[in-house]
């Protein structure tokens, strides 16, 4: 038996063998394309290459490419389990040719494979072409001998493929394949073509048209080759079988659901098995693409898929999370030829047990909830929109997954009642934002959310990609156009562009329309809208637009390194300080970090050369950083540092970095730093390259502040160091290594030499060389007084020569008055014996006073003040003589 395995390799190797390119699969979010939800199709990672706005070194090439039809466009999520060929997660096999051959080539290599390579025997093939391609009908009769009642001419869009509402498009041949008489159906283009007798195996497109935006449509620049191949078809027939799920893969799946559920895979339970096993593909595939469960856009049709297998997994009686058991049975069979499957298996794993613990605890009582509304309701009978709002709203329950429950009762919902009762939320919910104080004009973005959704971030996978825009904002005002020269605010579907928040600064870089350049200057949300704020530099902006979004990379290399090397150093500072260390706030540009964090005293220099040195240990460490998604409380659980104060959702991403053995954080503790955190970071911590702490500071009460730099500017900043040093050590005529005991000496001579003047200054002052008389006490009521006003001194000088008169005076007081360039100091002292009788502190406020100032103080026998100018010094005497005189 040939197996899924074996089929896509042979597909593979037999275009590889005739000069295809064998190209990886592209990711289930498409980078190109905005208007797609998910990759539907091969043919969607080479858009532009038919378009021949790229090229490439290769004109054909072969794929397995991953697709999902849920949500969007293409959804076959409703008919999954019910059918015998549904999928959301399919593989869809194909060649292609980018303007290499055509039609008379690309038939008989079809026609070959499946005849010769697959062994299909050929009177159970027949095909159908576009009504008018009869140049198609001479290529199927003369390669294949395919008879005219073989080759079924179409005039519907089934024989026209187009890759969405633009894009590449053209005539299509299908080739089917007939299963026999025993089932029913009939061939394509006749009323019985929905049985399951005659079914399409491979669609081969004749690209030859752009479809444009205006509707018209526009020859491709050169005929091309698109080819569709489901492979679960083509391996069902091979295998004996019209049912899909009955093909070896597909079967695996199916008992390891049965198994982990101890239940029969053919049993009662069979439709939930199928659904279990296809949508256990579907969620494994998009976690891996990075696609998280969530509330809007990509990842709530993830969610959905999810709660939709975690119903069926109910109702086969099972108690316990079952779908995270099954993630080794997959990876077992596809993760050789998908290795981000086994890359990624950890993630799918604890994001699938993650969200059934928490639908569990609410599925049950929805359930019940449903069958009591239902219960007395006839075959038929629509459930109201209320009960469905409130099963979503309080429950979980996605709408498709109450009408999956329903439609086995043969029931439906009042949809309509459902998008009323969710419109009447949004309004409260707007209501009670509006009153919340936000800036007004955020209002504005609240509209774009409600019209167009909210804003899907891709920029934690890449830096660049397509985007739609969806509002255009100019002067505060949604505008249907914007000019070179316009100030704008930009707001897509989806964009790689991160959005202020968590101390990580907005990215910058361009989006360009087919007419238009707008640069980027900054990136904010608002109402989980991300808003471009720049210029239109080139051209005019319009809305609906399809834009390439290319975020500054250099910049954002930058950032990511600072907002790693924040989570080492907070770890480094824990450990060096204590727990009680806790981030009060930070900032991760591209040019610098800073973190506030808890902590009484400045830290030491050891303290500071420890955490630095630390920090750079972890960088040279190398190993990667890894991010997860759980819940807030169970990343508490593992040690995870959360910020004080912040509100979380229900899911957070975490992440780690480090390697420990076994004293860290995280279930082995095996990790260093681990931390809830929405932002960009590094791959491995040696992306950081280097880290320089600048030094610590005070930011508030309580709290110090670090300023550090990575990478580049660490290094630049090391070099302007050094360069400094060697200045120094040039000037000093010593080397660099030497300067600091140089230095050390100089501060010790200029001390010295420092005293030395102010003694010198002082036996001036002593012998009158700096006054304009010479001392001379006189009798003030019984009290010696010695008043002098003093040149070339300074304050500092004052009591030292205050102290010497009063020891030459032996009993009495001092009144100095130093005139040092246009303002006065004064200094007063009385001897010890007459400090009852008079105060210091007295004579001197009553000097200061005249000399213009405020105040004065010290001691009874020395006090010390200020004045504005000495130039009333006469005054100032005369005011001390007067305190004296009592
Ligand atoms: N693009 C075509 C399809 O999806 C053929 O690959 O059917």
């Not at 042979?10 to 990759?39: A, C, I, K, Q, W």
């Not at 459902?418 to 009153?435: C, L, S, Y």
């Amino acid at each position: 038996m040939k197996t899924l395995n074996d089929i896509r390799s042979t597909f593979l190797s037999y275009f590889e063998r005739n000069g295809h390119e064998v190209v990886p699969s592209s990711p289930l979010v498409p980078r190109n394309d905005p208007t797609l939800m998910f990759t539907a199709a091969g043919m969607v990672q080479f858009k532009n290459l038919f378009t021949g706005v790229e090229t490439r070194d290769y004109s054909r090439a072969t794929t397995a490419q991953k697709c999902v039809r849920a949500g969007g466009k293409h959804n076959d999520l409703d008919n999954v389990g019910y059918t015998a060929r549904h999928h959301t997660f399919f593989e869809m096999l194909g060649n292609f040719s980018f303007g290499d051959y055509f039609k008379e080539d690309a038939i008989p290599l079809a026609w070959d494979l499946l005849t010769k390579g697959f062994g299909i025997d050929e009177s159970r093939l027949l095909v159908t072409v576009y009504h008018t391609d009869e140049e198609a009908v001479q290529i199927w009769k003369k390669h294949a001998g395919l008879s005219d009642d073989r080759i079924i001419r179409i005039a519907t869009d089934d024989n026209f493929w187009s890759a969405g509402p633009t894009g590449p498009c053209g005539p299509c041949t299908e080739i089917f394949y007939d299963h026999g008489d025993h089932i029913w159906g009939g061939p394509p283009g006749s009323p019985e073509e929905d049985g399951d007798r005659f079914v399409e195996i491979w669609n081969l497109v004749f690209m030859q048209y752009e479809q444009l935006e205006d509707g018209t449509r526009r020859d491709l620049p050169n005929q091309s080759i698109d080819t569709g191949m489901g492979i679960e078809r083509v391996a069902a027939l091979l295998q004996g079988t019209n049912d899909n799920y009955a093909t070896d893969l597909m079967r695996s799946l199916i008992e390891a659901s049965a198994d982990a559920s101890n239940t029969d895979p053919d049993g009662p339970g069979k439709t939930h098995h199928r659904v279990i096993a296809d949508h256990l593909r579907s969620t494994s595939f998009l976690i891996a693409d990075g696609v998280m469960p969530s509330n809007d856009g990509r990842g709530y049709v993830l969610r959905r898929i999810m709660r939709r297998a975690m119903r069926h997994a109910h109702l086969l009686g099972v108690q316990d999370p079952l779908m995270h058991k099954l993630v080794p049975a997959l990876v077992g069979q596809m993760g050789a030829a998908y290795p981000e499957l086994g890359q990624a298996q950890s993630l799918i794993t604890e994001t699938l047990q993650l969200e059934e613990t928490r639908f569990k605890q609410t599925l049950e009582r929805g359930l019940k909830l449903l069958e009591d509304e239902v219960s007395g309701l006839d075959k038929g009978a629509h459930l109201s929109g209320q009960a469905a709002f409130k099963l979503y709203d309080t429950f979980g329950f996605p709408l498709d997954l109450t009408q999956d429950a329903l439609r086995e009762k043969g029931m439906g919902v009042d949809t309509d009642g459902f998008d009323a009762a969710m419109a009447e939320q949004k309004a409260k919910a707007r209501a009670a934002w509006a009153g919340s104080g936000e800036a007004a004009d955020a209002t504005v973005w609240f509209d774009v959310a409600d019209k167009h959704g909210t804003t899907d971030f891709l920029g934690y996978d890449t830096e660049s990609a397509e985007g739609q825009i969806v509002a255009i904002i100019k002067d505060g005002a949604v505008a249907d156009m914007a000019k070179a020269g316009d100030t704008v605010q930009i707001a897509l579907n989806q964009t790689p562009f991160y959005a202020e928040s968590g101390g990580q600064v907005g990215d910058t870089g361009t989006i360009r329309t087919d007419g238009a350049l707008i640069r980027v200057t900054d990136t904010r949300k608002a109402a989980d809208v991300f808003i471009h704020f720049g210029t239109v530099e080139e051209g005019e902006v319009t809305p609906s637009k399809a834009a390439v979004l290319t975020v500054d990379h250099a910049r954002r290399t930058s950032i990511r390194a600072n907002h790693s090397a924040t989570h080492l150093l907070h770890e480094a500072l824990r450990g060096a300080l204590g727990d009680h260390v806790a981030q009060r706030g930070s900032l991760n540009a591209a040019d610098r970090l800073r973190f506030d964090f808890s902590h009484a005293k400045a830290l030491s220099a050891q303290e500071l050369s420890q955490v630095e040195q630390e920090v750079n240990d972890y960088i040279r460490q190398n190993t990667a950083v890894e991010t997860r998604i759980m819940t807030p409380d169970d990343a508490r659980a593992l040690g995870a540092q959360a910020l004080f104060g912040e509100k979380y959702g229900d899911e957070v991403r975490v992440v780690s970095m480090g390697r420990e053995d076994g004293s860290g954080k995280g279930t082995d503790k095996s990790t260093y730093s681990l931390e809830l955190c929405g932002g960009t970071h590094v791959r491995q911590t040696g992306d950081i390259g280097a880290f320089v702490l600048l030094g610590d500071s005070a930011s508030s009460a309580g709290v110090r502040r670090i300023e550090a730099l990575t990478g580049s500017e660490a290094l630049a900043w090391l070099r302007e160091q050094q360069m400094a040093l060697a200045g120094i050590a040039e000037a000093m005529k010593t080397s660099s290594a030497d300067v600091p005991e140089r230095v050390k000496a100089l501060m010790e001579e200029r001390k010295s030499l420092n005293n030395e003047v102010a003694q010198l200054r002082r036996e001036l002052a002593m012998v009158g060389g700096g006054g304009a008389t010479a001392p001379e006490a006189v009798d003030v009521g019984g009290i010696k007084f010695m008043a002098q006003v003093l040149q070339g001194v300074t304050g500092k000088d004052l009591p030292a020569l205050v102290d010497e008169f009063k020891a030459s005076l032996g009993s009495g007081a001092v009144l100095l008055i130093a005139d040092t360039s246009g303002k006065a100091a004064v200094a007063g002292g009385v001897t010890a014996d007459l400090t009852d009788k008079v105060s210091a502190v007295d004579i001197v406020k009553a000097a200061v006073v005249e000399l213009g100032g405020k105040g004065g103080g010290g001691r009874p026998d020395m006090a010390q003040g200020g004045g504005a100018s000495a130039e009333n010094a006469e005054g100032a005497i005369a005011a001390a003589t007067a305190i004296l005189k009592g």
